[in-house]
């Protein structure tokens, strides 16, 4: 069996096909890698806990707005877990049913029940501190209920999040006439937060 000879004039080297293999392989292993550290590290655990809560907040009030029914957020402290509570209409039986003539009385006569949807749960060492309406209002053993209406707005409430192996401390408010959802580093008073709002 003869040996295999190069052509004459190539000098050696990678092909462009190999070329491209090897930096698609990569180009996955660094999208992998990078897409995990936001949970290696306490604090960036922590980090994504609160994105995650606050992005929650705007998927409730947006389905709110759109179905033009009212949702609700709730947070079971001692669980670390929290979801929406969304309205799912109850089948009726098959004898015909007169069509209400405005989408309020559609909505009176039609049977709902509540369901629990995108229910999700805090990874180890981040928890709820605390849930409170106002200064006086704290909710840190109970399961807490938030509405969101169908015309945008959201009851105000402040959500303290700890990182328990950092002592890391991030405060998510959502405001409630606009719905927006603040995210601040520290604990933040809900007196100071009423007072900056002013």
């Not at 660094?30 to 609160?50: A, F, I, K, Q």
């Not at 029914?69 to 402290?77: E, K, L, R």
């Not at 509570?85 to 069509?99: G, H, I, R």
Request: charged fraction near 25%; hydrophobic fraction near 40%; aromatic fraction near 8%.
């Amino acid at each position: 069996m003869r040996p295999f000879r190069r052509a004459a004039g190539f000098d050696g080297g990678y092909t462009l096909i190999e070329m491209s293999v090897v930096l698609v392989i990569m180009g996955i292993l660094l999208l992998v890698t990078v897409g995990r550290v936001d949970n290696l590290l306490p604090r960036y655990r922590v980090r994504s806990s609160v994105r995650e809560i606050a992005s929650e907040i705007r998927l409730a009030r947006a389905s709110a707005m759109t179905t033009g029914m009212p949702h609700y957020i709730q947070y079971d402290v001692p669980t670390r877990t929290y979801w929406i509570l969304s309205p799912e209409k109850v089948v009726q039986s098959t004898d015909e049913v007169e069509p209400a003539d405005t989408a309020e009385n559609a909505f009176k006569e039609a049977e709902y029940k509540w369901v629990k949807a995108m229910e999700r749960k805090l990874p180890d060492g981040v928890k709820f501190e605390k849930v409170m309406w106002s200064a006086e209002q704290v909710a840190d053993q109970m399961p807490v209920t938030v509405e969101c209406t169908p015309y945008g707005s959201i009851r105000r409430h402040t959500i303290w999040i700890t990182g328990e192996e950092d002592n890391s401390k991030f405060t998510v408010t959502a405001s409630p006439v606009t719905g927006f959802v603040e995210l601040k580093e520290g604990h933040v008073d809900p007196v100071s937060l009423e007072q900056a709002a002013e």
